[in-house]
Every structure is written in C-alpha cells, then in structure tokens.
C-alpha cells in the first residue's frame, strides 16, 4: 500500500527540480530588478546545450565545389563534374581533429550553392551528378561514419540559401527545403548539431526566399531531439565575430523579446524554439542594463567560429597561411578562454584529404594545450573561504561538483596556500553553469611576503575563463569575487605555467 504514495511522492519531488531547471523566462512588467537579476542569475542550459559548451572544442569541415572552383561563395551554376576528390579518406578528417582534441564536427552537407555532397532525392545538383565514385558516394555518410566509429559528434550544416533550386524564393522552397532535412536528419543515425547561417541572399531567378525558421526547428525537435540548432537557431548563438577573438565580458543569458507564448507552448519547456533577434555583435549582450530592460531571457550561450586559413574552403594558394599553433593557442584562450565553444573550420584539400600544413599546425596546437595544462600548480593547496565546505571540490577536476558561497553571499574571497612556492603565468576559474551564470567581477592577487598585490581581474566567468598574465611567484593566491548576482559558485580552479 506503501508503493504508490512513495512512488508519488518520487514523481513530485522530480517534477520540482525539472521545472527548477529552465533556460529561459518571461519578465513581467511588474518583476522588480531582484527579481530580474534573480531570474537571470537561475537560468541553466539544456541538457543538449551543456553537452555542447562541455565540448569545448569543434570543427567545420567545409568541402564541395568552392574546393574545385578555388572560390568561397560559388553561383549555383557549377557542373558537378568539377567534383571530383582523388583520394577522399572521411576517416582521416575526424582523426585529425580527434587528435587535436576536437569533440564534434560540423559538415557543409549542402552550401549557398545548392550542390548537396549526399545524393538527396529531391535535386540533381549532387554527388550523384559528380564523377566521384561513379556518381555512387555520399559524403554525409562517409563523415557520419567516420564520427560514428572514433567516437566524434557529428553535425550538419545546410545553407538555406540555394543559389541553384529553381524553387528558391517560393512557397515550395520551405517544403524542398524539409525535405532536405529530413533526409540529413534520418539517413545518417545521430546528428549532434544543425547549424543554420543567416546569409539570405538571391536564387536563380533573383527572388529572396522567406525562410520558415520555426517549421525547421519543430522537424529537428521532432526527430533529432538531443541536437543543439545553432546561429539561426534557439540553442547556440553567434559570438558576433569570424575572427576567433570572443567578448572580454561573455554572458551566456541574453535578452530575448520574441519569447511569445506560442513559441513557448510549441516546444517543450526544456527546449524552446525560437528566431534569434537584434544585435549579437555588440561588446554588451547581457549586462544588467541589458536584462533589466528585457522582456524575456534565454540562455543562449556563444559559439566562436574561424577558419585555420584565410578562407572557409581550401585553395592551395593559402597553404602558407595556415595559422600557426601559436596563433590557435591564442585563439584558444579568446574564444574557450571566454566562455564560448570555439568552431575551428579545417577544409578539406581537392583530394579529399586534411592538408600536411594544417595537421602539423593542429598538433604543434595540440602540444602546447597539453604542456601548459598538464599540472595544475594549486594541486594540494590548503583552502580558506567564507565558507569551508566542499572547497576541495574545485581542485578535484571534476566539473560537477562544486564550492558555493553561502546563500545570501554576493562576494567571497578564497584564499589557497600553495604546497610551496610556485610560478605561474595561467588563471582557469570555471562556474557550475548546471545552477547559472552569476559572477560578474573579480579579481585575483598573490602575497608577497608583505601584501596581497592584484596580478589580473576580469568580469564573467561563466563556464570557463582563461586570463594569462606575466609570471608571478608566490606561495599563496586569492580570488576576490566582488560582484555577483547570486551567491557565487566555482565548479575548477586552476593555475598553470605556459608551455614555452
Ligand atoms: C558564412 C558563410 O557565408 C561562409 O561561407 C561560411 O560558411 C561561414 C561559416 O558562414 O556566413
């Protein structure tokens, strides 16, 4: 007789903490500020989103007929028969960027070309039309594969615009459209992410096309529900840049005026649709000023995508511009560094394979990664904090457990005695996302024997933040956390010396 009640009671207590959990919420005319800052301050990502920021790192490939053309945007008018890889080996796109540490791919199925690199039913203008492997190959499924077996995510990127589809700029193309996605979203097992871009430019017949955004993102809720939709899409936003340099002050909760009840109730509350709006190049995107005058908020976290050469697709002619692992370990701690997840783009070459220059730049990339964060130096330290518990939980190198200051707290300092004298040039704060994005400044010193004295400060910190600065030696560190909007939590903290 027992059973039931326990179970019902099991069941309320869950439904409690799911509908606790939520990423975005209505601000009504009558929310005082603390209730605004306090909204913000509890918003959490989706289950699909905290995956994605846990990835850290991800790759674009782009590949089609601007790889033949030497070109970056082609017309729609190619011949497929310029396709036409001599060596294409999937398999070694995901290990080289597995070895480089990459999580998760993104593939350009289909590009504002229109030319699909899977034979798609619903158009010619494919693989099926090229001479590569007699017109039998399907490139989507060869990466899908590849991922599959090395165990990368995988994600497809489909160009609304089509500068080939006589459809384009009709009722119709929306429907082409779906059909195109459904066949990227059904044929190939899991897709991880879709990621839309915003370019909306003219088809063949000089029309633009309405894009119906929100029938695109009920079909991937539908049948893709763990896929995160990025840029034109609800889950990962645009940082605002192609140039791999984030914001200094990186909020992942925004402002999101469109969260109209429909967009709501269409969607599962853990998993809102909708169109992203307004500026999201702005050096403010979520300050208090920002949230206070909003209608809604949403937690909508940065993606920082670039290119390892000048341009999204190869030409041989930047073989020598490939950035070096310096300059990627710099883009490193601009975009990863800044609370975002960096998209790093590494094309393909004509014979299908990652160029020589590119993977000996990844894995110099890779070294440096992995001399710098070998040894966290805090390791051992003894921890003194307004409040002691749990404060061995941000030496311990798991993300899930965390250090939080006491409840009404809105600044903390830490103190760590190093287990002896130490030199370090590297600072790794991490929030716990899982209960919100909340500290909005600090700073951090080191004893000298005398004083404390400030060796750099910064302001979010969110999932990761990374702050170099000149060697300091000491045997004791704090971190001062002077401003936030809800008692600070810190799930990683860490300090490192800079491979040379
Ligand atoms: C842009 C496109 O126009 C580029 O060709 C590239 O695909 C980039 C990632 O997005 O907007």
């Not at 799911?18 to 005082?32: G, P, V």
């Not at 492997?133 to 399907?138: A, E, L, S, T």
């Not at 119709?172 to 909306?200: I, K, S």
């Amino acid at each position: 007789m027992k059973k039931p009640f326990l179970l019902l009671s099991l069941f309320i207590s869950v439904t409690v903490v799911a509908q606790q959990k939520n990423n975005f919420a209505i601000i009504e005319s009558s929310d005082l500020e603390k209730t605004i800052i306090q909204k913000a301050a509890t918003l959490t990502p989706t289950a699909s989103q905290l995956r994605w920021q846990q990835l850290e790192l991800t790759a674009f490939f782009h590949f089609g007929v601007n790889t033949f053309t030497g070109k970056e945007w082609g017309t729609g008018k190619e011949n497929p028969a310029i396709f036409n890889p001599s060596e294409l080996d999937a398999k070694q796109w995901v290990r080289v960027a597995k070895e480089a540490g990459i999580k998760q791919v993104i593939l350009t199925a289909k590009h504002h070309d229109g030319f699909c690199l899977w034979p798609s039913k619903y158009t010619s203008h494919s693989v099926k039309s090229s001479p590569w492997k007699n017109g039998k190959g399907d490139v989507v499924k060869e990466v899908a594969n590849a991922c599959k077996e090395l165990g990368v995510g995988f994600g497809v990127y489909l160009s609304p615009w089509d500068m080939n589809s006589p459809l384009y700029g009709s009722e119709e193309y929306n429907d082409f459209f779906v059909n195109q996605l459904t066949e990227l979203l059904t044929q190939y097992g899991r897709v991880d992410e879709v990621w839309f871009d915003g370019a909306n430019g003219e088809g063949p017949n000089g029309k633009k096309q309405v894009y119906d955004f929100d029938r695109w993102y009920k079909l991937i809720r539908k049948l893709q529900p763990a896929a995160t939709i990025a840029i034109m899409g609800p889950d990962v936003r645009w940082v605002g840049t192609e140039t791999g340099y984030g914001r200094e002050t990186e909020w992942s909760v925004v402002p999101a005026n469109n969260l109209d009840q429909s967009a709501i109730a269409a969607n599962s509350q853990q998993a809102i649709a909708f169109k992203p709006q307004g500026d999201m190049m702005g050096n403010d995107l979520g300050s208090r000023e920002k949230i206070l005058k909003a209608k809604g908020l949403v937690w909508y976290p940065a993606e920082t995508d670039v290119s390892i050469r000048p341009g999204w697709f190869y030409h041989s002619g930047e073989d020598k511009s490939v950035k070096t692992p310096e300059k990627l370990f710099d883009i490193y701690y601009n975009s990863v560094g800044k609370n975002s997840v960096l998209l790093l783009n590494i094309p393909p070459d004509k014979r299908g394979l990652i160029n020589e220059n590119d993977v000996q730049s990844l894995r110099g990339w890779k070294q440096l990664r992995d001399q710098t964060f070998k040894l966290n130096l805090v390791q051992n330290a003894i921890i003194k904090a307004s409040s002691n518990k749990n404060t061995n939980a941000m030496l311990d190198g798991k993300y899930n457990t965390f250090w939080i200051a006491p409840v009404r707290d809105t600044t903390a300092i830490l103190e760590f005695e190093l287990k002896g004298t130490k030199t370090f040039d590297v600072l790794c704060l991490q929030e716990n996302i899982e209960i919100g994005q909340r500290v909005e400044r600090f700073v951090f010193e080191s004893w000298n024997g005398k004083a404390w004295e400030k060796i750099t400060e910064g302001t979010t910190i969110g999932y990761k933040r990374l702050l170099r600065f000149e060697p300091v030696t000491s045997d004791k560190v704090r971190l001062r956390i002077v401003a936030s909007r809800l008692n600070p939590s810190l799930s990683e903290f860490g300090l490192y010396k800079q491979a040379n």
